[in-house]
């Protein structure tokens, strides 16, 4: 722009002193185009810088907004993180505390399985060793049986008793001997003694019903197994059922014969088993 100017003065100066030819106006009309060419290059230049300087401060601008959203994102994105890691942190503690639980959950499960199994295996060989001892005839007259871990000794009421009495046969005696001999070498079981009866009324003398009857002959046996055969008292319980356990019709001879019976009742002792109750886990 400077040098447009000092073209222009410099013509002018010339033109003033009137002393030009023609080839040196023909020259200085050729810079003055040129210089005019210039000239609108350079506005032309400058008004595109003007304008990509605009566009510039534009896209900085922008920039600097998107860097502060990513600011904030990075600090929100930290923020989650860091309470992610609390949370683990906790749900550690927490699974490690679920599978302690867990483990002696699973403890308390396997001693009461081994409990059950030895039950088992104690009860069966209880049963094979009885039904071995028993002789054909008595095998007719003793039913044996295991269930829900409990076993069942069902004697016929007339191998037992004469009708209508509680004194116990003398050709009982060798059953129960050896009845007395397996709850003997089972030290770690009770027995409990039920005596049951049809419902057919009884009138005898100190004998008022069939409660009274049933009792008294599960008082026999018990009898019978301490003085007889040397089973321990305290190991034992004598009860009466009467008429209201039947396991038959009492419609029919067979099904009346079948409810009279004395069941001896051989089970573990429920202290064993309530000991491991009390050492189950505690859940929080």
């Avoid at 308390?108 to 104690?122: C, E, F, N, P, T």
Wanted: hydrophobic share 35%.
């Amino acid at each position: 722009m400077k040098t447009l100017s000092l073209a222009v003065i410099s013509l002018s100066l010339v033109l003033i002193s009137g002393c030009v030819s023609k080839k040196q106006y023909a020259e200085l009309e050729a810079q003055h185009r040129q210089l005019s060419q210039d000239y609108t290059t350079l506005t032309n230049n400058y008004n595109a810088a003007q304008g990509n300087v605009q566009t510039i401060n534009a896209l900085l601008e922008q920039e600097r907004k998107n860097n502060a959203e990513l600011k904030r994102n990075y600090a929100n994105m930290q923020s989650t993180l860091d309470r992610s890691i609390q949370q683990n942190a906790q749900g550690n503690v927490n699974i490690s505390k679920l599978v302690d639980q867990i483990n002696a959950s699973n403890k308390y499960i396997r001693q009461l399985v081994q409990a059950k199994s030895k039950s088992d295996s104690l009860n069966l060989t209880l049963v094979t060793n009885l039904t071995r001892s028993l002789t054909p005839l008595e095998s007719d007259e003793v039913n044996v049986k295991v269930l829900k871990g409990v076993v069942y000794i069902s004697l016929a009421d007339n191998m037992l008793f004469e009708t209508g009495k509680y004194d116990v046969n003398a050709r009982a005696m060798q059953t129960l001997g050896k009845i007395a001999k397996i709850i003997k070498d089972y030290r770690d079981y009770d027995v409990l003694v039920e005596g049951n009866t049809d419902p057919v009324p009884i009138h005898r003398e100190n004998i008022r019903n069939n409660w009274d009857l049933s009792a008294l002959r599960a008082s026999s046996i018990v009898q019978v197994l301490q003085n007889d055969f040397g089973v321990n008292p305290s190991r034992m319980t004598a009860g009466g059922r009467g008429e209201y356990n039947p396991i038959a019709d009492n419609d029919t001879e067979l099904g009346r014969q079948r409810n009279r019976r004395t069941e001896i009742i051989i089970t573990p002792k429920l202290d064993q088993f309530l000991e491991l109750i009390d050492k189950a886990p505690e859940n929080d």
